[in-house]
């Protein structure tokens, strides 16, 4: 099924066009089901779950599985495209920004947002107590958790 001249016509946003190049790369069609999954995580700075992405897609798409977005965030893991978060209890978020940055999570609302990294390098934090316990350290993050904007002002409404 092709996806119609209007899409292949219409300019896409760089994450977008990275995202569909590599599915194609990996053998994946793009089928119109993955393109709304790319579409709408491409530029998605909520980091959604797989089951927020599903809910959202599946009135445009109701022959969509929720199997197909699963597979297909898995693919765009798998390509380095988009990275699986793990920010505590509860199911993991898929976050399309691959540049570093550190993440504020609300207290109230789960909401999560990029914090920019610094331009300018910060120093590791010493990792040689993680060694000694036998822990090959992969990557360090900086997460921020407090209360969002959106949550402080609905407590001045009340």
Not at 3 to 30: C, H, I, N, S, T
């Amino acid at each position: 099924m092709s996806a119609g001249p209007e899409l292949e016509q219409r300019e896409k946003p760089a994450p977008e066009r990275l995202m569909l190049d590599r599915l194609r790369q990996v053998g994946l069609k793009l089928t119109p089901q993955r393109l709304a999954i790319v579409r709408a995580l491409a530029t998605d700075v909520s980091h959604p779950t797989a089951q927020e992405l599903f809910d959202r897609l599946a009135p445009a798409l109701p022959t969509m599985s929720f199997a197909t977005v699963y597979n297909t965030l898995g693919a765009l893991v798998a390509a380095g495209l988009c990275a699986p978060k793990c920010f505590g209890p509860g199911p993991v978020r898929f976050d399309p920004n691959t540049a570093p940055h550190h993440h504020a999570i609300c207290d109230r609302c789960g909401s999560v947002s990029d914090v920019a990294w610094p331009r300018e390098p910060e120093p590791l934090p010493d990792t040689s107590r993680a060694d000694v316990l036998g822990f090959d350290v992969r990557a360090v993050e900086r997460i921020y958790r407090g209360v969002c904007a959106a949550c402080r002002s609905g407590e001045d409404a009340a």
